[in-house]
């Protein structure tokens, strides 16, 4: 064991008993440091009572949290939020965007981007009058959704699905095809994947 030698607040020292120094200030930080840092451990360590062992963390660097007892429904929760200003395609942040729909005849609602996908995560539309509706591919003209069957003010809302409702063709415009020259109106939210 070591006695305490001419210590001091700013730098408090022990000789071990090699007769060497050690201050506890540096000593207590650099403790500190490798603490924080934490350990990885391909096989979980266990403990015993009065054990105690630097925080674990996965071979990213992630601290691993393990919950000791399974949650109840009733009594426990967790809480998270859903994320509006992105929507992730794996490790991809991909930005929704909002595009209106104003036509009268099949046309475009969202342009072509170069070999990017338009998925379609929500849509919204209304018809002034009788007209079979569906959205498609615009130069495969692939068929993306069923028709829907609209009279004079009614519409369709998809609702709001974060993985997709429908996608086009790589490269290809989102079209809104009509049977008949009668004025629809809403909007599409998507992403380009």
Known sequence: MGKYNSMSAKSPKVVKSDDTEVNLLDETLNAKKVTDQGVYNATPITLTNGQSAPKQIDQNGNVKVTIATALDKVND??????????????????????????????GTVVAAVTAKKIRVLGFIFVAAGTVNVNFQSHTTTTTKTGLSYLVANSGVSSGFFPVGLFETVAGEALDLALSASIAVGGQVVYVEV
């Open 77 to 106: 929760s967790i809480t998270s939020a859903l994320a509006t200003d992105a929507i992730m395609n794996g490790a991809t942040a991909l930005t929704p965007k909002f595009a209106p729909i104003a036509l009268s005849a099949t």
